[in-house]
T-cell receptor, first 112, second 114 residues
Framework: DQQVKQNSPSLSVQEGRISILNCDYT??????FLWYKKYPAEGPTFLISISSIKDKNEDGRFTVFLNKSAKHLSLHIVPSQPGDSAVYFC???????????WGAGTKLIIKP | GAGVSQSPRYKVAKRGQDVALRCDPISGHVSLFWYQQALGQGPEFLTYFQNEAQLDKSGLPSDRFFAERPEGSVSTLKIQRTQQEDSAVYLC????????????FGEGSRLTVL
């Protein structure tokens, strides 16, 4: 039973446009959500996070939106740049548990 | 070092061999995690250390997997009698605190069992 789902294995976006990556979760105990970015042959690197008490968190070109009623979060990247091409993972945790539960990732391709 | 260091980066083992994977976390980070990532999947939790104490090993797939962090810094993940299903990338991560989820990952050790 996948508790964190990223239903799009890949996404292709024109450079300069907005990239929107989606993530759904099933466990209502999750209260902290993170996005990680991964380049080939490297470990994941932390991108941005959001607590369940918020519905939006912004950091430069990256914004994460959380819709608790729908158990859905999204990552917006605007404007998209070639260096954003990577695999993006959504992950979730509960305050009582330090384990991160990960989605399967979405490969983002930014076209020049 | 500046980041989390893992070795070896690549390991090929024959089925039945024992392997040891090393992780050197960021200096001063009290929390250390091991994750297993199969091809095309997200990482899956294996075990967690706070300093030298292994507080959670619920994700270890079988008793062939063993992890230690004897002095609260370097950690070793050992897999005995490797099987083909053990083939994966093993990721180590560390963090200064517990609970935020903002982990710093190493580059991983890719294990291939033939």
């Amino acid at each position: 039973d996948q508790q964190v789902k990223q239903n799009s294995p890949s996404l292709s976006v024109q450079e300069g446009r907005i990239s929107i990556l989606n993530c759904d979760y099933t466990n209502s105990m999750f209260d902290y959500f993170l996005w990680y970015k991964k380049y080939p042959a490297e470990g994941p690197t932390f991108l941005i996070s959001i607590s369940s008490i918020k519905d939006k968190n912004e950091d430069g070109r990256f914004t994460v939106f959380l819709n608790k009623s729908a158990k859905h979060l999204s990552l917006h990247i605007v404007p998209s740049q070639p260096g954003d091409s990577a695999v993006y993972f959504c992950a979730a945790s509960a305050v009582s548990n330090y384990q991160l539960i990960w989605g399967a990732g979405t490969k983002l391709i930014i076209k020049p | 070092g500046a980041g989390v260091s893992q070795s070896p980066r690549y390991k090929v083992a024959k089925r039945g061999q024992d392997v040891a994977l090393r992780c050197d976390p960021i200096s001063g980070h009290v929390s250390l995690f091991w994750y297993q990532q199969a091809l095309g999947q997200g990482p899956e939790f294996l075990t967690y250390f706070q300093n030298e104490a292994q507080l959670d090993k619920s994700g270890l797939p079988s008793d062939r997997f063993f992890a230690e962090r004897p002095e609260g810094s370097v950690s070793t993940l050992k897999i005995q009698r490797t099987q083909q299903e053990d083939s994966a990338v093993y990721l180590c991560a560390s963090s200064l605190v517990v609970g935020t989820g903002e982990l710093f990952f190493g580059e991983g050790s890719r294990l291939t069992v033939l």
